[in-house]
């Protein structure tokens, strides 16, 4: 059984550091691109950060590039390093796993599909 499940998550003021973490369980041989997405209240899910397992080539949206770090460890559990914080970062983050091609993981597109894997999401806010 495959199980995701995001924490650090927190209220900081602008300037500030968090780093989540997504401990993983059950995904093996299920995924070989690990991501990070954020949503707020009446928006979209939007992608931030992706690393593939495969090379780690990673991926960032714009708006976080230079601020944010994503990684991961040979467990497949994945970290992003948010610092810098603003208070439009503020939004709840999910963690995700997905089993794609490398190339489709480092698009900056990547969004899981029927066959990906959610986590909870853990809400940061960041106050000015």
């Known amino acids: 059984q495959v199980s995701l499940v995001e924490s650090g998550g927190g209220s900081v003021q602008t300037g500030e550091s968090l780093k989540l973490s997504c401990t993983t369980s059950?995904?093996?041989?299920?995924?070989?691109?690990l991501g990070w997405f954020r949503q707020v209240p009446g928006k979209e899910r939007e992608g931030v950060a992706a690393v593939s397992t495969v090379g780690g080539t990673t991926s960032y949206a714009d708006s976080i590039k230079g601020r944010f770090t994503i990684s991961h460890d040979a467990a497949k559990n994945t970290f992003l390093q948010m610092d810098d914080l603003r208070p439009d970062d503020s939004a709840t983050y999910y963690c995700?796993?997905?089993?794609?091609?490398?190339?489709?993981?480092?698009?900056?597109?990547?969004?899981?599909?029927?066959?990906?894997?959610w986590g909870q999401g853990t809400q940061v806010t960041v106050s000015s």
């Open positions: 995700a796993a997905d089993l794609i091609p490398p190339y489709q993981c480092a698009s900056g597109s990547w969004h899981p599909g029927p066959a990906g894997y």
């Open positions: 059950g995904l093996a041989y299920r995924s070989n691109c």
